[in-house]
């Protein structure tokens, strides 16, 4: 199970939200290279990145760092905001993502998730499954629809989807830990992998993710917990590892 350690970029800076509220930002470093460079001397082996400019303009913002990242950092890095067309998935590809995220198009235009996945593969191509009081939300957190996670999800896989960013957005960044049995019973049937993000605050949140032994988790996103020195990028890997 891998780690990711989280860059959201906010007009130009690496930030934390609360519960994906915008306007509930803490700022950690003005360049988002610093902190993708730390968590790489530190040891992790992928990056998140999330273009938050991007999700809320509707396409993407932050290529520049986010080709500094990639090609400074030396991490896989996963990408996703405001990818909502296939050429702005080409773009953030030929920027240096190891993969991309859909998140908004993928939900709402089953057309291009499909074209997508054919042309780039779907280890290349995964989607972000966002959840507010238990519906699945979009637009960059902005609008809730009436779907709960797990019938989206199914769908999703029924489209070919292999692999699935699922964030509990009522926990991010909260820092109080998952909902472990919630979370498990939405995973554990699931034939694609899983990974989680939302209110990781201490290596025991990873490690109650870890004793679920789902076949399906495939890794964790730590953001917040990571910037606050809760714990360190070695002890967030070896508390995955069980």
Request: charged letters at 25%; hydrophobic letters at 45%.
């Amino acid at each position: 199970m891998r780690l990711y350690p989280a860059i959201d970029i906010l007009d130009g800076s690496a930030v934390r939200l609360v519960k994906g509220d915008f306007d509930a930002r803490q700022t950690y470093e003005q360049d988002p290279l610093t902190a993708a460079l730390s968590f790489a001397r530190a040891g992790a082996e992928a990056l998140h990145v999330v273009d938050l400019d991007g999700a809320r303009r509707g396409e993407p913002v932050n290529l520049g760092h986010l080709r500094r990242i990639a090609s400074e950092s030396g991490l896989p890095v996963q990408y996703g905001g405001g990818l909502r067309s296939a050429g702005a998935v080409e773009q953030a590809l030929a920027a240096g993502a190891a993969r991309v995220i859909l998140g908004t198009a993928a939900l709402r235009d089953p057309d291009l998730l499909r074209e997508v996945l054919a042309a780039h593969g779907d280890e290349r191509v995964i989607v972000s499954v966002d959840v507010r009081g238990g519906l699945v939300t979009s637009a960059g957190w902005t609008e809730t629809g009436g779907q709960a996670a797990g019938p989206v999800i199914e769908s999703l896989i029924e489209s070919g989807v292999s692999l699935v960013v699922y964030t509990d957005v009522d926990r991010d960044g909260m820092l109080e830990g998952p909902d472990l049995e919630s979370f498990r019973e939405l995973a554990e049937p699931l034939p694609a992998r899983v990974i989680y993000s939302g209110g990781i605050g201490s290596l025991e949140d990873l490690a109650g993710l870890a004793a679920l032994s789902l076949a399906s988790l495939d890794g964790v996103i730590v953001g917040k917990a990571l910037y606050e020195r809760r714990f360190t990028v070695p002890e967030a890997i070896g508390a995955l590892a069980g």
